[in-house]
């Protein structure tokens, strides 16, 4: 297990980050529109949004990662199919 998250970090192969107009597009978005939001928040409010900003991040990472491993899983037991006498 400790190869594939290895491999999911970046730590035996490079990942880098999307470049998909989709992706690029929504994160543009989403920084413009936290940084609006942050104009009329208060300084406990601020942090506060940045808690649940983290949180999110976290609970994302995570996710992307059992996604990952399951992806990896799934395309392992695909070869063993392949292999097999039949």
Known sequence: ???????YYGRTY???IST???YQKLKVLADKNEDLLR???S????ELLDK???CITDIS???ERDMFIAGFRL????MIDVMKDE
């Not at 297990?1 to 491999?7: C, E, G, R, S």
């Open 52 to 54: 649940l900003t983290e």
């Open 39 to 41: 104009e009329t928040l």
């Open 1 to 7: 297990m400790n190869t594939i998250q290895d491999l």
């Open 43 to 46: 300084d406990e409010q601020k």
């Open 75 to 78: 395309g392992m037991k695909l």
């Open 61 to 63: 990472s995570i996710s």
């Open 14 to 16: 490079e990942m880098s």
């Open 20 to 22: 998909a107009p989709e």
